[in-house]
């Protein structure tokens, strides 16, 4: 594996976002035509990409608006979507997903991006980068779209470990609080815990111990906790943060996104049954639009993994040219935010009072 160049591409007063080239499903080209997307909206990003550079650089070149602001990590293994996370632990150090985290770790990048395999990134974020001091199990957090008025809620694990005691429960509330506090720009954000009903005496023993240990440290973290929500607040503005374990937040968000595609084709086909209906849609193209882009899971693409010492987005392996200049667009507000920081300072805060609670 060749070494990324020191001197990155006119990186004066640029954040440096690190770049899994290989890791998605449709390949280098979407991942350049996203960072070209990037760079066509904002002069302030530059990037490290890091894959082959004979596959790479060709594909760079063609994009005026990326030059300049370009270095490339030469590395030819990949990690595929089948390769187990042990078997890319023990093996995955010629990887361009261990290269691109290499790059945050020696801070040449402020923040990685990959594509690739969740379960793999996550355990090489770990091992690469290390929790957090008094971070038990880090969490993967997405943006949610609501009807709260900054548009989305955090929720918070997504599939980071299926398991979560009390405790996690309760560090996922401040880890959330915090990325919300920093990505969606909300000084006092509203948390809520994930559970079958509204009412304190229902739910798993866990949930119960959280939702008491979240409501003693919400003054301690800045956060307001409103107690248990439904699932059919996750969308909704009862809070801004949505605390679960892995294995629940998981299969919410992909059940949401699959929603979201079958509302998509349902009006389509609503829309051709008749020339009538086509008419209607003619008239009411615009509105349509905007409900399609609201809608678009493309658009709040990328999963923040927090509880690490150094901040990486997880874009969806299918993501195209629109899904990973989403990806790309918060992990440059977060690196701009000093969120890795702010982050640890907040866990810090706490970390050796939750360690002590009964």
């Not at 990324?4 to 080239?21: C, E, F, Q």
């Not at 969606?184 to 009412?199: A, F, I, K, M």
């Amino acid at each position: 594996m060749s070494q990324t160049s020191p001197s990155l591409p006119d990186s004066a007063g640029r954040i440096i976002i690190s770049v899994d080239a290989m890791g998605g499903d449709r390949g280098p080209a979407a991942v350049v035509a996203g960072l070209d997307r990037s760079a066509s909206k904002n002069p302030e990003i530059g990037f490290i990409l890091h894959g082959p550079i004979d596959q790479l650089k060709p594909l760079v070149d063609r994009r005026k608006r990326l030059r300049g602001r370009v270095s490339f990590c030469d590395v030819h293994d990949v990690v595929t979507m089948e390769d187990k996370p042990s078997h890319v632990m023990r093996h995955g150090k010629g990887t361009s997903m261990w290269s691109a985290l290499e790059s945050v770790r020696k801070g040449d990048a402020t923040v990685a991006v990959s594509c690739g395999n969740t379960g793999a990134l996550m355990a090489l974020s770990m091992i690469r980068l290390r929790k957090l001091p008094g971070v038990d199990r880090p969490a993967i957090a997405v943006l949610w779209p609501s009807r709260n008025p900054q548009g989305f809620n955090v929720m918070l694990d997504v599939g980071a470990d299926i398991r979560a005691d009390a405790r996690d429960l309760l560090q996922y509330a401040m880890m959330g609080a915090s990325y919300a506090r920093n990505g969606l720009d909300l000084p006092r954000p509203r948390v809520g815990l994930l559970n079958v009903g509204t009412e304190e005496h229902k739910g798993r023993s866990e949930l119960k111990e959280a939702h008491d240990m979240i409501s003693r440290f919400a003054d301690t973290a800045q956060f307001d906790f409103v107690g248990f929500v439904e699932g059919g607040d996750i969308p909704g503005d009862v809070a801004d943060v949505i605390v679960t374990d892995g294995f629940t937040g998981n299969v919410a968000i992909k059940t949401g996104e699959g929603t979201a595609n079958l509302i998509g084709d349902l009006l389509r086909q609503a829309f051709r049954h008749s020339p009538l209906s086509r008419l209607a849609s003619l008239l009411a193209i615009t509105s349509l639009m905007r409900l399609r882009k609201r809608i678009d899971p493309r658009r709040v693409n990328g999963g923040v993994f927090l509880g690490l010492n150094g901040t990486v987005v997880k874009s969806h392996g299918s993501a195209d040219a629109t899904g990973v200049s989403a990806a790309v667009k918060l992990a440059f507000h977060l690196a701009q935010n000093g969120f890795t920081e702010k982050l640890a300072a907040r866990v810090a805060s706490t970390s050796t009072v939750s360690q002590d609670d009964p």
